[in-house]
Nanobody, 123 residues
Framework: QVQLVESGGGLVQAGGSLRLSCAASGRTFSSVDVGWFRQAPGKEREFVAVISWSGSAITYANSVLGRFTISVDNAKNTVYLQMNSLKREDTAVYYC????????????????WGQGTQVTVTQ
């Protein structure tokens, strides 16, 4: 089992920045990928970014490329999502999730999920 707890969400003006954290605990993570996903009201959950636990492999959704940065601190068992140049359309509940196996950006491929953290971007 892997337990994930997100934090760092909040209210920010368009153009601003936030850093989300995903603290992981439980079984060893050496073969785990950790992804960030988001779900806006009335929309399906969508992929944002994913990182291997070693930090050597990263994939971003086109919508956040160049604005968001995913990183991992192995010593703290924490994955971060630095979000810059935020837009209103980034408003959503952000979830981190973990999986073992081949790299995937599909929601249903992830086995472990956090409870989510709300990000609201205002004009």
């Amino acid at each position: 089992q892997v337990q994930l707890v997100e934090s760092g969400g909040g209210l920010v003006q368009a153009g601003g920045s936030l850093r989300l954290s995903c603290a992981a605990s439980g079984r060893t993570f050496s073969s785990v990928d950790v992804g960030w996903f988001r779900q806006a009201p009335g929309k399906e959950r969508e992929f944002v970014a994913v990182i291997s636990w070693s930090g050597s492999a990263i994939t971003y959704a086109n919508s956040v490329l160049g604005r968001f940065t995913i990183s991992v601190d192995n010593a703290k068992n924490t994955v971060y999502l630095q979000m810059n140049s935020l837009k209103r359309e980034d408003t959503a509940v952000y979830y981190c999730a973990a999986r073992r196996g081949p790299r995937s950006i599909r929601v249903h491929d992830y086995d472990y999920w956090g409870q989510g953290t709300q990000v609201t971007v205002t004009q």
